[in-house]
C-alpha cells in the first residue's frame, strides 16, 4: 500500500503518520495488489479536514470528515471508507480482494445494510449557451446547490456546484 500525503497549514507529526498507516494497513486485506492511498490534511479556521481517498485499480473510496481534531477525524474516516467498501464489494468484483474477509470487520460492528437506489425521476431539457455567471445566477433562482448548462465560450457541457466550503467549482466535461 503506497501512501501519500498532502498537508495544508497542518503540521503533521511522526505519530500521526504512524496511526494513519497501522488504520489503513487494517483495510488492506479488502484489496488486490495495487493500492494507493491520498491523504489530505488540512486546518482552517479551528476546524481539521482529513480526506482519504483509495485508488485499487480504478476504484475509488473516500471520506472526507471534519471536527476540532485530527486525531477525531481518523476514528470517523475508517467506518466511512469501510462501509463504502462493503458496499461497493458486489458492484465491482474484480477490484477487491477474492478473499476479502467481510465476516470480520475492523471498524464497524456489523455488515451494513446494502438497499440498492434506483432512478425514480428522470429530466431532460435543452441547454442554451450562457456564461458561467449566468450559470451561478440560474444556479441560486433555482435554490439547487449545481446547475448544469452549455458554457457559451467552450461550447461543451459543464456543471457548476457549490462546495462545502462555500464557494463554487466547476466541471468541465471532455470527450
Not at 501512501?3 to 497549514?9: C, G, T
Not at 485499487?56 to 471536527?67: A, D, H, Q
Not at 449566468?134 to 462546495?163: P, Q, S, W
Amino acid at each position: 500500500m503506497e501512501i501519500k500525503y498532502v498537508v495544508k497549514n497542518y503540521k503533521m507529526s511522526d505519530k500521526f503518520k504512524d496511526i494513519i498507516e497501522k488504520k489503513l494497513q487494517k483495510l488492506e486485506k479488502y484489496f488486490n495488489k495495487d493500492v494507493s492511498v491520498k491523504v489530505a490534511c488540512t486546518e482552517q479556521n479551528d476546524m481539521c479536514k482529513l480526506e482519504i481517498t483509495i485508488n485499487s485499480s480504478g476504484l475509488f473510496i473516500r471520506s472526507e470528515v471534519y471536527s476540532d481534531n485530527m486525531y477525531n477525524n481518523i476514528d470517523l474516516a475508517m467506518p466511512k471508507l469501510e462501509r463504502q467498501i462493503v458496499k461497493n464489494n458486489k458492484k465491482f468484483k474484480g477490484k477487491f480482494a477474492e478473499k476479502g474477509n467481510f465476516d470480520v470487520l475492523e471498524y464497524l460492528e456489523e455488515v451494513p445494510e446494502i438497499i440498492p437506489n434506483k432512478v425514480v425521476k428522470k429530466k431532460t431539457f435543452e441547454l442554451d449557451p450562457i456564461s458561467v455567471e449566468d450559470a451561478e445566477a440560474y444556479m441560486e433562482a433555482v435554490g439547487h446547490n449545481f446547475y448544469v448548462f452549455l458554457n457559451g465560450e467552450t461550447g461543451e457541457i459543464n456543471i457548476l456546484y457549490k462546495r462545502n466550503d462555500g464557494n463554487l467549482g466547476l466541471i468541465e466535461a471532455i470527450k
